[in-house]
């Protein structure tokens, strides 16, 4: 399905590697049209899309569509959920495991909390079971060893219980707090 | 399930609120990770002090099910009845590590031997290793009964199935069974190649671990410990540099929490050992008799005493064998002591 190519990578730039580099258009790496919620058009090599299972149903059931609208999805985190799908595709035909860990790890700390968390409702709507993996143990790993403020402030959450509660919520679990810093 | 409480916080809270744009099951996916991944128990506990729709997720079978070892690593002195509730509900969840983690408690430190025992043996038919492991170890004593309780048949069969799962003291264990025709027909040539088999997964395991080597306090804590010579103990010391068979050193092997908790629950005033009974002289172990000389002493100076041949080979690495010294009861009986330490001397 991917493509006649015979290169290892399948990323944009390896359609220059066919025999025409400069017609974009009459190629192996056929295109397809995603529309995010806010109107915005992105252009990704079938390969990729194919990487989205929401997207890949979309053309089982109606082939003949070239623009795919995602209603759900804003341009921001579209964009960056596709640029780790075009690296992934690489790892496919070129599996690295400790390459893939570095760039899945490098992927997510250069993140901002609200990209993060952004991009979470995109991967599942578009079902990237990695991406989802990836992002969860990510925003796991942010609110490790945080205090409960911290990870009240991280989700933007209110806290709904009462002070006596609090209170008594620490008391009953102070079991887990030995030689932890209140921050 | 929890809109009208969202829709409620979003008119009160000014800030975005990236929380509510999680739907429930993600929500579930994302502390799933937090429990499996926490690396102290306050790590999770914090999730369910931080709001109501938390707490009820963080409580939820299916993340409590996928909580990892250390959200269990709790300090003895902190024991208390939530902490107690707390593994039973992961208990209830069936999360493996829990049915282990409390079964060891209430065998050993509540002494309620016959729960401790089948939450074990729960933990044992999920494939937990350790849990087959420390089942062998009181079958072997007779640990909660009589010494006319051992059963060593069991013990083995407990630790060949421990060994399949990759358990290296059981491995050494069902070696030195097999070579002494402890509890099964004598074949030397076997058992020494399980035992062959244990120091190769040794060596495997520390390679593994010293390529992803990271310094971290720990490993400043043990080689202060090795600055001030094997004799310091303390709660540093998790493992030991074993390979101990073939006398090289390879780094720590990482014990587990609940080894730790039982130490620290004997030693300090929560737990009181009875009179007569000992805790297993490896450091990272923690088990205590349940009843006088059920472990067995080193043959050579009498003076310490282990659970099992498994404690017995770390610790000998890690600190006896600088401290050992043979005294006159080393011509007496024999019979209840470890008989390994001439093979063992031979290959260091």
């Known amino acids: ?20 580099p400069d017609t974009e258009t009459a190629k192996p790496t056929k295109k397809i049209t995603l529309k995010s919620s806010d109107n915005q058009i992105f252009e990704v090599e079938e390969s990729v899309a194919m990487e989205f299972a929401t997207v890949k149903s979309f053309f089982e059931d109606s082939p003949s569509t070239d623009t795919v609208p995602l209603p759900n999805v804003t341009a921001k985190p579209l964009s960056q959920v596709i640029e780790f799908c075009k690296e992934q595709i690489k790892f496919k035909a070129n599996p690295d495991e400790a390459q893939k860990k570095k760039y899945n790890a490098e992927f997510v700390t250069e993140k901002s909390d609200k ?22 143990q990510a925003v796991a790993d942010r609110i490790e060893n945080k205090s409960v403020e911290y990870v009240r402030s991280f989700f933007g959450i209110d806290n709904d219980f009462t002070a006596e509660e609090e209170a008594a919520l620490r008391r009953e679990h102070a079991w887990a707090y030995e030689g932890v810093d209140e921050d | 399930m929890g809109t009208a409480q969202r ?23 994302i502390l799933s990770k937090l429990s499996s991944s926490a690396s102290r128990p306050s790590d999770f506990i914090n999730i369910i002090i931080t709001c109501k729709r938390l707490k009820r997720f963080a409580l939820d079978p299916l993340v409590l099910s996928r909580a990892g070892v250390k959200t269990f690593a709790m300090k003895a002195e902190r024991w208390s009845d939530p902490a107690h509730q707390f593994l039973k509900q992961c208990v209830n969840a069936g999360n493996r590590e829990a049915l282990y983690t409390l079964g060891m408690i209430r065998f050993y430190c509540l002494q309620n031997r016959g729960s401790g025992a089948s939450l074990m043996a729960k933990a044992a038919i999920k494939s937990h290793a350790l849990a087959l492991y420390s089942l062998a170890v009181i079958q072997f004593n007779g640990s909660g009964g009589s010494k006319n309780d051992k059963n060593l ?64 306090q720990k490993h400043v804590e043990e080689q202060q410990n090795l600055r001030y010579g094997c004799t310091v103990r303390g709660p540093a010391i998790t493992g030991c540099p074993l390979l101990s068979d ?103």
């Open chain 1, 1 to 20: 399905m991917s493509s006649s190519t015979d290169s290892p990578t399948l990323t944009t730039e390896t359609t220059q590697l066919s025999p025409q």
């Open chain 1, 115 to 136: 990209d993060l968390v952004d991009m979470i409702p995109v991967a599942n709507y578009l079902e990237i079971k990695d991406l989802l993996d990836v992002l969860n």
């Open chain 2, 7 to 29: 829709k409620r916080l979003r008119t009160i809270s000014e800030k975005p609120d990236l929380f509510d744009q999680l739907p429930d099951d993600l929500v579930l996916h």
């Open chain 2, 153 to 216: 048949r069991a013990g083995v069969a407990l630790c060949a199935r421990a060994a399949v799962l990759g358990h290296i003291d059981a491995l050494r264990e069902l070696g030195h069974c097999l070579q002494d025709g402890y509890g099964v027909p004598r074949n030397i040539v076997q058992g020494r190649r399980f035992l062959v088999q244990a120091n190769a997964k040794e060596l495997a395991l520390s390679l593994r671990s010293m390529l992803t080597w990271k310094p971290q």
């Open chain 2, 246 to 348: 073939f006398g090289c050193n390879v780094p720590a092997r990482e014990a587990h929490p609940v080894n730790g908790f039982l130490k620290e629950w004997f030693e300090s005033r929560r737990g009181v050992l009875d009179h007569g009974l000992r805790l297993c002289s490896h450091g990272g172990c923690g088990r205590p008799e349940t009843r006088p000389h059920e472990f067995r002493r080193c043959s050579v100076c009498g003076a310490v005493n282990y659970c099992s041949r498994g404690c017995q080979a770390l610790d000998w690495k890690l600190r006896h064998k600088v401290e050992c010294v043979p005294t006159e009861q080393w011509q007496g009986n024999t019979g209840r002591r470890w008989r390994s330490w001439i093979w063992r001397d031979g290959g260091d």
